[in-house]
């Protein structure tokens, strides 16, 4: 059974830099053997929408563009484990972020082409 299990939210102060953390584990998972990795986000009374991913090696990363220059995804594939550094927090970061990962997926920013999905992680930004 694959788990993706995410930590590191909380209520952050306007202009923070949390580090969100999203744990695999499984009896033969490997995060190596995602071509995606990619974490989403879902505010109240809005759509879950696309934040970053970073593919098998760590060689290629996509952001959306609202979150381009502030975040960055990181993967370590030997702990199982990818990372989404956020920096400079504004209150309309705060959502719900999940963790997911697409085994073969062409399109990373697509939420459809993601396998395995984590329970989320709330991330409240004060002002």
């Known amino acids: 059974q694959v788990q993706l299990v995410e930590s590191g939210g909380g209520l952050v102060q306007a202009g923070g830099s949390p580090r969100l953390s999203c744990a695999a584990s499984g009896r033969t998972f490997s995060i190596y053997e995602m071509a995606w990795m990619g974490w989403f986000r879902q505010a109240p009374g809005k759509e879950r929408e696309f934040v970053a991913a970073?593919?098998?090696?760590?060689?290629?990363?996509i952001y959306a563009d609202s979150v381009k220059a502030r975040f960055t995804i990181s993967r370590d594939n030997v702990k199982n484990t990818v990372y989404l550094q956020m920096t400079s927090l504004k209150s309309e970061d705060t959502a719900v972020y999940y963790c997911?990962?697409?085994?073969?997926?062409?399109?990373?920013?697509?939420?459809?082409?993601?396998?395995?999905w984590g329970q989320g992680t709330q991330v409240t930004v004060s002002s």
């Open positions: 997911a990962a697409g085994h073969i997926t062409t399109d990373p920013v697509n939420s459809r082409g993601y396998d395995y």
């Open positions: 970073i593919s098998r090696g760590g060689t290629r990363t």
